[in-house]
């Protein structure tokens, strides 16, 4: 090999290489946003703490996707729960982040809806905790038909958070968390 091509291939080893890590911060920053997103709106809930949850949910709604799957790692965490992100936010497998407790990991699924829950969502999830031979928490701002509440019923390994759970999951001193244990 001669020097010159020698050369190239090194300018062009180290050109890929900045390139790699141009895209890598760019994601850890963006990741940094979004927690500290969350941790405003997460701040903002505790503050409010009435107990009309119509207004939280609202609230819920709007908020970017990605600030909602913060907020609710955020809230295990604050619920004593150790908290491992995805890499991504996005092709991650249907999952939006797991939770660990006493050595036991779970796996977690967040939905911002305004209307039912999908029950195929539901079943995807039921099918990936059993794939990875773990329990999880669907986590949502929707409405749950009775169809999707049988299923979850017939699934003891998946908790839903939702509704009036939802709200005081989000809640920083509620002593109430017997709904997140198995």
Request: proline share 1%; charged share 30%.
């Amino acid at each position: 090999m001669s020097f010159e091509s020698f050369k190239y291939f090194w300018m062009f080893f180290l050109m890929l290489l900045f390139i790699l890590m141009f895209f890598k911060s760019k994601n850890k920053a963006k990741h940094f946003k979004t927690f500290k997103s969350a941790k405003r709106v997460y701040k903002r809930i505790n503050l409010i703490k009435n107990q009309n949850t119509g207004w939280l949910f609202s609230y819920l709604r709007k908020i970017d996707p990605f600030v909602f799957e913060e907020l609710i790692l955020l809230s295990f965490k604050k619920k004593g729960f150790r908290v491992r992100r995805n890499k991504r936010y996005t092709h991650a497998g249907g999952i939006d982040g797991r939770c660990i407790r006493n050595k036991e990991t779970f796996l977690i699924q967040a939905k911002r809806y305004s209307e039912y829950i999908k029950e195929e969502h539901v079943r995807q999830f039921i099918y990936t905790c059993y794939l990875q031979n773990k329990r999880g928490y669907f986590i949502h701002t929707g409405k749950t038909g009775i169809e999707t509440k049988k299923i979850i019923n017939q699934n003891p390994q998946i908790k839903l958070i939702s509704g009036d759970k939802l709200y005081k999951f989000f809640l920083e001193n509620n002593e109430n968390s017997d709904f997140l244990y198995f």
